[in-house]
């Protein structure tokens, strides 16, 4: 029995608006070899180019048919001599790297460089849950450059809900230097945060490294196994509830001061993730990016800019600093 492709079959995917993206229909008949096995794992064989998990992406979605009918499921074992038709729509991910334009609030752009001021809610790269509608999906409409850069020029990032400024490349020279001076630890990051209790009245700083949580994968912790991480901290109000801190990145880990702060008790207001509850009328994390300094890329010129607070965090922000 034959288990060759009847390649050459393309159309859109089930009326799905794909724009340029298409998806390929393959057509085979499961052989000898295939009898008794799961269907999953003959889809591996006879499209290996696609995760284990996206063909099960596909069965769900009712795109595989065997002898015309949808599949029942991933794990439907097939008969020698069934016909196997299965829709092959791109991944999530494939599709993600493209252009959408929106309005990014530009606080500095030359030929080599671009610093935003980060709106709360707007996620940085594509990721699962927002494949698109990212700042990478606008980067790639501001300018033509973006396409042929790693990211599309992102050299670091910020939380979805965190606001404030970030740099971003526009030319390859620039995104390598730019990356080692991060790496480096040459780039100021100053953020402006609002926590719950009483945060010491001295300066201080928390050192302790940070890992992925091994309980909760969507969470990271402080964790013996983790990286090194360095943050410190400035307590500027304290109203007898809340504080208000300058806090100091001496290295980027994911989440880095929500986790320092709450592993020293003091969670961000309104970050349940990492047990901050909401606060001052607050709806997200009370985290905002409001300093950043560096050499220019190119120039070695000294830039540093500054961010005001975003209505909703200056509203909360009044209510804890005097003045």
Same mark, same amino acid.
Do not use: C
């Given at each position: 029995?034959? @288990?060759?492709?009847?390649?050459?079959?393309? %159309?859109?995917? @089930? &009326?799905?608006?794909? &724009?340029?993206?298409?998806?390929?229909?393959? %057509?085979?008949?499961? #052989?000898?070899? &295939? $009898?008794?096995?799961?269907?999953?794992?003959?889809?591996v064989a006879h499209a290996g180019e696609f995760s284990r998990s996206h063909l099960q992406s596909l069965i769900e979605r009712a795109l595989v048919k065997v002898d015309g009918a949808p599949a029942r499921a991933a794990s439907q074992r097939l008969r020698a001599g069934q016909q196997v038709e299965v829709?092959?729509?791109?991944?999530?991910? @494939?599709?993600?790297?493209?252009?959408?334009?929106? #309005?990014?609030?530009?606080?500095?752009?030359?030929? $080599?460089?671009?610093?935003?001021?980060?709106?709360?809610?707007?996620?940085? $790269?594509?990721?699962? &849950?927002?494949?698109q509608g990212t700042l990478l999906n606008g980067l790639l409409a501001h300018h033509a450059g973006a396409m042929a850069l790693p990211r599309a020029g992102i050299v670091h990032r910020l939380d979805k809900d965190t606001s404030g400024l970030m740099v971003v490349a526009k030319t390859l020279p620039a995104m390598t230097a730019l990356t080692r001076a991060i790496a480096a630890r040459e780039v100021g990051r100053e953020y402006l945060a609002l926590v719950h209790g009483e945060l010491p009245a001295g300066p201080f700083s928390v050192e302790a490294p940070i890992g992925r949580d091994p309980v909760s994968r969507v969470r990271m912790a402080v964790l013996g196994s983790g990286k090194p991480a360095r943050t410190d901290v400035q307590r500027l109000a304290f109203d007898g509830r809340v504080s208000a801190a300058r806090c100091r990145l001496h290295t980027g880990r994911t989440h880095q001061i929500r986790v320092h702060l709450a592993w020293r008790g003091h969670p961000l207001l309104a970050d349940p993730l990492y047990g901050g509850a909401p606060a001052l009328d607050l709806a997200r994390q009370a985290l905002h990016a409001a300093r950043l300094g560096f050499a220019h890329p190119v120039s070695g010129t000294a830039l540093a800019f500054e961010a005001p607070l975003p209505p909703d965090l200056a509203a909360a922000w009044q209510q804890v600093v005097p003045g």
């Open positions: 029995m034959s @288990s060759e492709e009847n390649g050459g079959d393309y %159309r859109d995917a @089930s &009326g799905d608006d794909l &724009g340029d993206a298409t998806a390929e229909v393959r %057509r085979f008949e499961v #052989a000898a070899a &295939g $009898h008794g096995e799961r269907l999953d794992k003959v889809l829709e092959l729509l791109p991944t999530d991910e @494939s599709r993600a790297f493209v252009s959408q334009p929106m #309005a990014l609030a530009i606080v500095h752009e030359d030929a $080599h460089l671009l610093v935003i001021d980060k709106a709360a809610g707007l996620v940085v $790269h594509p990721a699962p &849950g927002h494949w």
